[in-house]
């Protein structure tokens, strides 16, 4: 497949489907290689279709053994039938049904989508077009059924048996080892939420109680042996179910609800009606074999994929277009609930990390695109953190905009209005538009503009006058496809920091909103605020409101008193950020001046020494977040074009050392105050006591290499959980020699059977900085606990050196070779996987001309290579373009 030969789908070409199915009957019978299915469709004209229009129903490497309409055999001129459509050419003008039966190989299916076996367990994937890999059908999110399924195999090799909704019959095949189970699902869905899963699996299980009374019977089904390590899941399902019945109204809806964890899966996790389907690696967790990041992905995740029920099962969305329609709101959603059940400032830190490392990234390169993207080719390259993350945060900006109390009416009437529907961003903004009285129209271009927005800020104090003049402007660089751009609506929340404290904010401006918000919705603006005391400090852009890079000429000693002073936990972790980025940026360029830098890490160290002595205890999670300077990769961002990746690591390297020197004693003393005897729990707080003695590992390991690798050794010896383990093990990573060597082998030995925690060993590894990471990742390729065929691996050690800022992007071009050569190897077996990866080439053009020439050389040769995926032509075609 070239990209140019891909036909491209746009929004505006959107009609209705000619046909509806209400009803979908499946009959399968689970055998490895042969799984017969027949599908039994009861179909109508759609009123909204084209009359007289022919059926033509999707499909994908099918082969069709038979046909019958109304339960008679249909002539082979009446019908049209390849591996990629089944086409009926003049279907009766009333409803009928179509049987159809097709026989799939579960075995050969590598690609991971449609039915396939996972360590002996046969699973779906079918989002976003997977079940036409299983039978021919309709397959279009605004098609919805109801589905009831006979489940039928070996007793010994499956003996449970699950699909969607409700289990309504289970029994014996007369005369054979084989049983069965029907599921039937009262809810209409689309095709993209059916699942099944067959095999021999073991389950902890909980009864539940909705709000509304309802009894729900909750389990999590794992591979034979891991019952124990699935009670956090369970757990997080029971704590995040409740807080939607607190939070948003929102019940669950069947009897059952069922998650399985399978170790082979493209993502992380899909939300199929009653029965979500994980990435093992999303499930799993003991404190032996997880760590505490682990444990709050485990939580954030179980109840993403569970609040899709509502955001995404019961309002699906129309069409792919609106795949943010289910994603954004839904990240929101799972946002606030750990918000809730932790820190929200925390969380609200860590969220912005990743936005800006993987949307902004994404927002500032060659793969641009709006939240809501016009035209695609491949669907499955639309996954993404525009999608998912920015979706996320235009949902958060909306609740800031109209405030909370219209947002919460605004959900209910969205959740009333759309129940059942398959809906769009429009019918979604109606309803808040409605609720706040707001005309949202402006704000709605969020959904449509492509490109981080920046605003450039600058203050001016009137002392006479006590006047406080603030400017802002907006602007949105050009994104592909988007060369001019409008202004968007951003909520600015501020507040303007005088020597006690925020000062009271008075203005005559309409961009005031009340409660230190400004609305920016112009290209530029100037709010003038009187009766200010004294000169302030301003502090934009509280809590992150606008997901947007801000420009404000503050001086470092300003940014250091916000730092200690804002009332604002995110802008004072911020204020030290930017005093960080700022010397980085400057250093990072060629010819600064190193003793510049070595000054502003005494500046920097002296204000940590302070904070960490008088709060370092008060809230560990928030000053481990401190502690932790910008990464190297965000430096690369900021500093935008002809980026020297290996100028940036060495003066990350070099900031942090001096900090970390000026810092010894306090980061030791920290440590021994944070040590506990006490065992391992997961909870946040315990949690952040480690992540702040292991932030301060990490510095002294790259300050003073022998101290650090004695704590090092100390630390891996005598720890009781992997969190502390792992910690040690990536300290170490930074001291090059052999007893680094040795730690890495000692890993390997304590944890060789446990695939999901040597996936860890191998990114650790994949991510050292060092020129011969590309040999020791090739050789690491040939370990036996790596394997091609299985994703999370791929993604530890493949994956885990395309994120490797200086060795991916070596100045020979070796690590653009070696990526690109798996992507192509990858593509023959499983192109989303392969289409990721070639993802990590996203912001190649920021690099300087040198490998920027490398970079380009690797993408064309994958784009020129024959029979490529639609997934990685497409992403070859866009990153190239
Ligand atoms: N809807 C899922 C994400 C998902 C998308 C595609 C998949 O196919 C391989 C799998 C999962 C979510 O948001 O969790
Ligand atoms: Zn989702």
């Not at 490109?451 to 402007?473: E, F, N, Q």
């Not at 160290?605 to 560990?620: K, S, T, V, Y």
């Not at 695939?755 to 020129?771: F, G, R, S, Y």
Request: charged share 25%; aromatic share 8%; with cysteine.
């Amino acid at each position: 497949m070239r990209a140019e030969d891909t036909p491209l789908i746009r929004l505006e070409d959107y009609r209705p489907s000619d046909w509806l199915i209400d009803t979908v009957d499946l009959d399968i019978s689970l055998a490895p290689q042969q799984t017969r299915v027949r599908a039994l469709l009861g179909l109508r004209p759609n009123p909204a279709g084209r009359p007289g229009a022919p059926l033509i129903l999707d499909g994908d490497e099918l082969a069709l053994s038979a046909i019958k309409l109304d339960g008679a055999a249909l002539d082979a001129s009446a019908f049209t039938a390849g591996p990629q459509s089944l086409t009926v050419h003049a279907p009766p003008q009333r409803g009928f049904t179509l049987t159809i039966e097709t026989v799939l190989d579960p075995s050969a299916n590598t690609k991971l989508m449609g039915l396939y076996r996972s360590s002996r367990v046969y699973c779906t994937q079918c989002e976003a077009d997977g079940f036409r890999r299983i039978t021919y059908f309709l397959d279009r999110p605004d098609v919805m059924s109801v589905y009831t399924v006979r489940l039928e195999a070996a007793k010994a090799e499956a003996p449970v048996l699950l699909s969607n909704g409700n289990r309504v019959a289970t029994g014996e095949v007369p005369g054979s080892d084989r049983h069965f189970a029907v599921w039937h699902d009262p809810h209409p869905k689309p095709a993209y939420l059916f699942a099944l899963v067959g095999g021999a699996l073991d389950h902890v299980r909980a009864d539940y109680v909705t709000a509304d009374g309802q009894q729900v019977e909750l389990a999590v089904y794992v591979e034979p042996g891991k019952a124990g390590r699935a009670g956090w899941a369970l757990d997080s399902l029971v704590r995040c179910m409740r807080w939607d019945e607190r939070v948003f109204g929102r019940n669950y809806d069947l009897d059952v609800f069922n998650v399985v964890a399978v170790s082979d899966f493209n993502m992380g996790a899909m939300e199929n009606k009653g029965l979500n389907i994980f990435n093992d690696k999303y499930v799993l967790a003991d404190p032996q074999t997880a760590t505490d990041g682990d444990y709050a992905s485990i939580e954030a995740i179980i109840a993403h994929e569970y609040f899709h029920n509502w955001t995404g099962n019961r309002i699906t969305c129309r069409d792919w277009f609106q795949l943010c329609l289910k994603e954004g709101l839904t990240v929101f959603r799972d946002q606030e609930f750990s918000a809730d059940e932790r820190s929200r400032p925390v969380k609200r830190i860590s969220d912005v990390r990743t936005l800006r490392a993987t949307q902004f990234s994404e927002d500032a390169g060659p793969l641009a695109h709006p939240v809501r993207p016009r035209a695609y080719k491949e669907i499955n390259n639309f996954y993404t953190p525009t999608v998912y993350e920015k979706g996320a945060e235009v949902i958060r900006m909306l609740k800031v905009l109209i405030g909370a109390d219209a947002f919460k009416r605004g959900m209910d009437l969205y959740f009333e209005r759309c129940d059942g529907t398959a809906a769009t961003i429009e019918e979604f903004l109606a309803c808040f538009a409605e609720t706040s009285g707001k005309d949202l129209s402006d704000f709605a271009r969020w959904y449509e503009q492509a490109g981080t927005p920046t605003i450039v800020a600058s203050g001016r104090y009137d002392a006479r006058a006590k006047r406080y003049t603030l400017d802002l402007a907006q602007t949105t660089p050009p994104t592909p496809g988007q060369t001019t751009k409008q202004p968007v609506v951003l909520p600015v929340a501020l507040g303007l920091v005088g020597k006690g404290g925020d000062l009271p904010l008075t203005t005559g401006s309409a961009a005031y909103a009340g409660d230190g918000l400004i609305v920016l919705d112009q290209p530029s603006l100037s709010v003038v605020f009187s009766n200010v005391a004294e000169a302030p400090i301003p502090s934009l852009l509280r809590g992150f409101s606008a997901p947007v890079r801000l420009e404000l000429d503050l001086s470092d000693a300003d940014l250091l008193r916000l730092f200690s002073a804002d009332s604002d936990s995110f802008n004072r972790w911020q204020a030290l950020q930017s005093v960080a980025t700022r010397a980085l940026v400057a250093a990072g360029r060629p010819g600064t001046d190193p003793a510049t830098l070595l000054a502003k890490a005494n500046e920097i160290a002296g204000a940590l020494d302070r904070f960490l002595r008088e709060q370092g205890l008060a809230d560990p999670a928030f000053a481990a977040q401190v502690l932790r300077l910008p990464a190297p990769a965000d430096i690369a961002r900021e500093i935008g074009g002809d980026v020297d990746p290996d100028a940036i690591y060495g003066a990350h390297r070099s900031l942090s050392g001096a900090i970390g020197q000026v810092l010894e004693a306090t980061l030791v003393g920290l440590r021994d105050t944070l040590a506990t005897k006490a065992a391992y729990a997961p909870d946040a707080a315990s949690a952040g006591r480690r992540a702040l003695r292991n932030e301060a590992l990490g510095l002294i390991a790259i300050a003073t290499p022998e101290m650090g690798a004695r704590l090092v050794e100390q630390q891996f010896s005598s720890a009781d959980n992997l969190t502390d383990r792992l910690a040690a093990l990536a300290a170490m990573t930074l001291i090059p020699g052999e007893a680094r060597e040795r730690l890495i082998e000692r890993f390997a030995a304590l944890y060789a059977d446990e695939p999901l925690v040597l996936d860890k060993w191998l990114m650790a590894q994949a991510l050292i900085a060092e020129t011969d990471t590309l040999d020791r990742v090739k050789r690491l390729m040939q370990h036996k606990a790596f394997s091609l065929g299985n994703p999370n691996r791929v993604r530890a050690l493949i994956g885990g050196f395309a994120a490797n800022l200086t060795q991916f992007n070596r100045a020979d071009g070796a690590g653009y070779e070696f990526v690109a050569d798996m992507v192509i190897a990858l593509d023959r077996t499983n192109p989303q996987v392969a289409s990721r990866l070639l993802g990590s080439f996203k912001s190649w053009k920021m690099l300087e001309p040198a490998r920027k020439d490398l970079a380009r050389a690797s993408l064309a040769l994958v784009a020129r290579t024959p029979g490529l995926s639609r997934d990685v032509a497409d992403i070859a075609e866009r990153a190239l373009a």
